[in-house]
């Protein structure tokens, strides 16, 4: 590390914290220092510099707050080495920022303030919570008419899996084969990525804006003969599109039209349809022949209920079926039992109707407030925003200096984006900004933002 404290020493003083920060990041990143590599002291690295200690260790605790380094007192300060080799690839990339902050922007996870209180139903769900065969049906029959009543379309079958990705990954292991391919949104969820290269399917990439997928991209795509498309209808992760019925309409067109068409099958992955403003659209309206519904309660209801329902045509949903009765069997009878409560209890109804209209208010009110520092992100639903930055880690890390945790962008595009002009991303889970928007907004628009004229951008200089 001498020579590159030598070199960054070279571009001159006043350096701030942040450059630091972004410097070494970049050194970690780009793996030029591995896991576990001992950092030179603060007093060595100010010295080389020529700035004070304190500088230097303002920037190392930024780098410990955004999970990048870790201090084992006086043995010094060493590369972190990743604890959390159990999750896939691209998750472990978004793991990284995932240490204590003042503010944890980055997970993508619910406001657990605004989730049903689950006490009642918990109540008065515990004298039948029992089954008497291991061949009963896989959804207890009343959650399957209140399902199937809120529905997009007309499903032949539908039933209960563990979560929207169990429900995703047995939907791709029911119809891939290896070396087959798979459109996917990019930007898109990191773990289909993954789940789609585990399966030994190859993903191709489509884009999105405001409105889903476009048509041109999907066309495209087809051209390639997919065997699988997997896209998320409403609250998209990561950027909040959610999917207008005009463009479901003209999607299905697309894939109805053409010569590949007709061996495509569409997972659509509804995460957060009952937090979501956006009207329920799906593609089975028209080629429902051809979709696999899936409709998650994570978001609404508590991501430790683990289930989401699955409905599509009886050829594609039997087989899923057939092979949970060879591993977990059904989803808890318990658990079904509490969801019915919770989607047909009046209270728990109001919870979820009122957390709609907070996290609808919590997008607009940063959006707003982002828009004073001349940053306008696309319109979003949810919980996330996908605010554009002129660099990502730099942005991160400026973040992790002031007690925000955001996720960066690159986890979430399906190839690496390697165009110098390319459009720069982070993931804000908006959701949780429950009073300070404004606060947390400026925070956003000035790591955001390039550096001014004159300004010591390490990051920029040494790339």
Known sequence: MDDELDAL???????????????????????????????PTVRAVATRLGVSPATVSQAWQALSRAGLIVSRGRAGSFVRAPDAAWLPPRTQGLAGYLGEARLDLSRGTPDPLLLP?????????????????????PVIPELERVLREAWPYEAETITVV?????????????????GDRVVVESPGFPPFFDLVETLGARPIPVALDESGITATSLSAALGSHPRALILQPRAQNPTGA????????ELARVIRSHPHGRDLIVIEDDHSGQISTAADVSLGRWIPDQVVHVRSFSKSHGPDLRIAALGGPTALVDPIVARRMLGPGWTSRMVQRILHDLLTDGQSLDQVTEARRQYFARQRAVAAALSGWGIEPARSDGINLWVPVHDERSAVMQLAASGIRVAPGSPF????????????????????????????AAALGAA?????PGAHSLEQRWS
């Not at 959610?242 to 309409?249: F, I, M, P």
């Not at 955001?448 to 001014?452: E, G, I, Q, V």
Request: aromatic share 4%.
């Open 9 to 39: 020493a070279g571009l001159g003083g006043g350096s701030s914290p942040g450059d630091i920060a972004a410097w070494l990041a970049r050194l970690i990143n780009d793996g030029e220092l591995a896991p576990g590599d001992r950092l």
């Open 117 to 137: 209180d689950l006490s009642r139903a918990l109540a008065r769900v515990s004298a039948s919570a029992e089954t008497s065969s291991y061949h009963d049906l």
């Open 162 to 178: 563990d979560g929207a990705l169990d429900a995703v990954s047995r939907a791709l292991e029911s119809v891939l084969r290896f």
């Open 242 to 249: 959610s999917l207008s019925a005009g463009r479901a309409e």
């Open 413 to 440: 595009q399906a190839t690496q984006a390697t165009d110098v002009g390319a459009r720069r991303f982070v993931r804000v889970t908006v959701g949780l900004v429950r009073s300070d928007a404004a606060d947390v």
């Open 448 to 452: 955001a933002l390039p550096h001014p």
